[in-house]
């Protein structure tokens, strides 16, 4: 559930039973009928327990909603059997045209106000080694894809989205590292991390969200960058070319705490006391 309105919360406690409500993000403002609907409402809102995704999302619930009981939960999932073969990887970097030995990232889901298009600009236009930038899904802006084709050192593979689920797995078994590039203080679950956990993916990342940075602090599989430094995001990209990251291991997103499907399924079924 991406709305985190009290009103909403409430109305599901007065529906009967107890309600289990994920709030991905606070991105919403209530306007004056939903803050008072929220009030009238007010008494449903202990039968309602809110996951939130991240630390971060649950600070800010527990701000907004003082008397909410609040839970930190991801909401993205891992199983053994996502994980990509080097068969899978072959056959993606066969169909992108991409040579065994070159470099390639990938940037999977277009460009949200969240997201730092333009440091990733900054940093492919001092590359000086080769390296091929796969763009999945969208929105994406056409001009600053243009700009990035010109780049004498960046080979650009584009697919517009939307995209099916094997495209978007295809990109990722054709890269040798994810790139997550978001802006400073962004504290939602990112997705594209998890993915690249699941999946078997290395990670270049900025340090956008410092609890994600002291999870992944310290994973050889993983390279992180200061958010909005366009020349630290060259040199990780530089080194990815001369020395490619270890993939993470079969364990990593349990370690890190992402559950299975199965998991997850068990923990939303069960009894739970509001």
């Known amino acids: ?161 939307p995209v099916p689920e094997t495209a978007v797995r295809q990109a990722y078994a054709a890269a040798d590292a994810a790139l997550v590039s978001r802006q400073s203080g962004v504290a939602k679950e990112s997705g594209l991390v998890v993915d690249a956990v699941r999946l078997g993916v290395s990670l270049i990342v900025s340090d956008h969200d410092p609890h994600l940075t002291k999870v992944l602090g310290g994973q050889d599989w993983v390279r992180l960058f200061p958010a909005g430094d366009g020349t630290a995001l060259a040199d990780a990209l530089r080194d990815l070319a001369w020395s490619p990251l270890p993939r993470p291991a079969a364990c990593a997103a349990a370690d890190l705490g992402v559950p299975t499907a199965a998991e997850q399924t068990a923990f939303l079924t069960e009894p739970k006391e509001c």
Not at 29 to 50: F, I
Not at 68 to 97: I, K
Not at 110 to 137: M, R, S
């Open 1 to 161: 559930m991406l709305s985190a309105s009290e009103a909403l919360h409430g109305t599901a406690g007065l529906l009967g039973g107890d309600h289990v409500r994920f709030v991905h993000e606070l991105v919403t403002t209530e306007d004056t009928a939903l803050r008072v609907l929220g009030r009238l409402t007010r008494r449903g809102e202990r039968r309602v327990r809110v996951l939130a995704p991240t630390d971060a999302v649950r600070e800010d619930l527990a701000v907004r909603f003082p008397h909410q009981p609040l839970q930190v939960r991801p909401f993205a999932v891992a199983d053994p059997a996502d994980r990509l073969t080097d068969t899978d990887r072959r056959r993606a970097r066969e169909a992108f045209g991409i040579p065994p030995h070159e470099a390639a990232v990938c940037l999977v889901g277009g460009w949200w106000p969240y997201k730092d298009p333009d440091v990733v600009d900054a940093a492919l236009a001092h590359l000086d080694v080769p390296v091929h930038v796969l763009v999945i899904g969208g929105p994406a802006t056409h001009n600053l894809l243009k700009t990035w084709a010109a780049r004498p050192h960046v080979h650009l593979h584009t697919r517009p989205g």
